[in-house]
Structure formats: C-alpha cells, structure tokens
C-alpha cells in the first residue's frame, strides 16, 4: 500500500483539523458578521458540540484507546456537524436544543408548524429557513400554507 496506506491510516490527523476547526473558525467569524442569527445559532451549537466532545474524549481516553475506529468516527461526525450540505448542528439544535429553550425570549411557538412543515424547514438551507420564518411571522401561518399549496399545484402543473 505505502503512501496509500499511510494517508487512509492517518486521514482523520490529515483532514480533522480543517473539517473540525479552521472551517468551523472560518464559517462562524461569517456568521458574526452576517445580518441573520439562524448562521449563529448553526455554529454555536457547533461550538458547543465540539466541546462536548473533547470533554468526553479527555475524560474516557483510557476508554477510547481500545476503540481504534474512533477516531474515523469523530472526523465523520463533525463532518456532518460542519458541512452545510448536512447542516447537521442545525438539526441538533432544532430537534433537540430549541425544545428547550423554544419559550425563552419570546421564540416563534413551534405550534406554527405541522409535521410536514417542519420536516421540510430542516430541509432548507439556514437562510431559507429564516426567510420562511419571517413571512410566518409577518403574515401568519394561514399565508404560509397558501403559499405552499399554489406552489404544490405549480409544480403539478410542469
């Protein structure tokens, strides 16, 4: 294998840094930047996962060290934290994480939103899902279901 081998051996070293930190740093110094919240509430919870997991590292490395796929497993993790196409810290944070605090500072009640809404906003990119928010908010939940049914028949139609 040689130089194969090696880099599959050592991937998680090679590519980790960048998956879990100097992107993250670089997407959430965006963020702070950015008009919308819903990008720093993607990488807040990043932030606080990570941290999450470094705790639990440190505390069971004694553990860990048995387990040499754990490493791997980490990498794949965070990349799914990280990566927009997944958008996986936002979907932490909307199923699990705003459960909690949704009645905290006058949060949008989730009630707004069926089952099939939902599914579909954690679809949505952060910005979409913060414009759709928005409309909700400004014209009701009653408009919001207007739009997805013309759309519905827009789309029967092609």
């Known amino acids: ?13 090679l590519v980790g840094p ?4 100097l992107y993250p740093l670089y997407a959430s110094m965006r963020a702070i930047e950015s008009p919308s919240t819903l990008d720093d509430q993607q ?3 990043y932030w606080v996962l990570y941290s999450f997991i470094t705790l639990f ?3 069971c490395w004694k553990v860990l060290a048995w387990f040499p796929i754990w490493p791997y497993m980490k990498l794949v993790f965070c990349m799914w934290l990280v990566l927009p196409i997944f958008n996986g810290a936002a979907y932490i944070y909307e199923s699990i994480v705003r459960k909690y605090v949704k009645n905290i500072g006058g949060v949008v ?7 099939d809404h939902k599914k579909a906003l954690q679809m949505m990119t952060l910005d979409a899902r913060k414009s759709v928010e928005r409309y909700i908010d400004r014209h ?3 408009a919001f279901e ?4 013309a759309a519905e028949k827009e789309v029967k139609k092609n």
Request: negative net charge; without cysteine.
């Open 1 to 13: 294998m040689g130089v194969l081998g090696a880099i599959a051996r050592h991937l998680d070293t």
């Open 18 to 21: 960048g998956v879990m930190l």
């Open 43 to 45: 990488w807040l919870t």
């Open 57 to 59: 590292e440190l505390s």
């Open 109 to 115: 009640n989730s009630s707004y939103y069926s089952e």
């Open 140 to 142: 009701g939940a009653d």
């Open 146 to 149: 207007r739009v997805i049914k």
